[in-house]
């Protein structure tokens, strides 16, 4: 049973429009959010993260959007870069931090030029 | 920050045989975990890696396959057991402190034949 789900598998998008990657969950006990970055042959690397008491935050050009009630977030990315092109994967947690993550099967999201 | 650096970045091993995979944090951290990534599936978590006791295992992961040490603060080992293709999976190292994001190594790509 996944309780974290992102229901695109991949994203193709052109440099310079806006990239939209989804993920929705089903335990209401989660109540921090956050989205890594992969490349081939590296670890995820930390993005952006939002706690439930928030229903946006912005880093640069990313922007995460949290609708509580629908259990859904988005990351936004403006203006995509063909360098933004990995693996997101968005994850959760339930109390305080991180405690421990479970993570969707991640986007794969390609900017081309 | 932390830096992660996890070794061996790649193996290939026969079935029946063991690997060792190591991880070190270049500053103390609180909290060390160990996740598994199968192809084309989401990271799960196999076990939180305590200092200086035995490692608190996930559902579907057991101490005899999956053995852990953690010796200090900093450096932690995973051992895959008995290998089989099953296995072959990539296997990450994360470490961070409470209430901070994760970070994760590059990852161990694990192939058994």
């Known amino acids: 049973d996944q309780q974290v789900k992102q229901n695109s598998p991949s994203l193709s998008v052109q440099e310079g429009r806006i990239s939209i990657l989804n993920c929705d969950y089903t335990?209401?006990?989660?109540?921090?959010f956050l989205w890594y970055k992969k490349y081939p042959a590296e670890g995820p690397t930390f993005l952006i993260s939002i706690s439930s008491i928030k229903d946006k935050n912005e880093d640069g050009r990313f922007t995460v959007f949290l609708n509580k009630s629908a259990k859904h977030l988005s990351l936004h990315i403006v203006p995509s870069q063909p360098g933004d092109s990995a693996v997101y994967f968005c994850a959760a947690s339930g109390g305080s931090g991180y405690s421990t993550l479970t993570f969707g099967k991640g986007t794969m999201l390609l900017v081309s030029p | 920050s932390a830096v992660i650096s996890q070794k061996p970045s790649r193996d290939i091993c026969q079935r029946g045989t063991s690997l060792t995979i190591q991880c070190q944090v270049d500053?103390?951290?609180?909290?060390m975990f160990w996740y598994r990534q199968q192809p084309g599936q989401s990271l799960t978590l196999i076990a939180t890696a305590n200092q200086g006791s035995e490692a608190t295992y996930e559902s579907g992961f057991v101490i005899d396959k999956f053995p852990i040490s953690r010796p200090n603060l900093t450096f932690s080992t995973l051992t895959v057991s008995n290998m089989s293709p099953e296995d072959s999976s990539i296997y990450l190292c994360s470490a961070g402190r409470p209430n901070e994001k994760l970070f994760f190594g590059s990852g161990t790509q694990l192939s058994v034949l």
């Open positions: 500053s103390q951290v609180t909290m």
């Open positions: 335990n209401s006990m989660f109540d921090y």
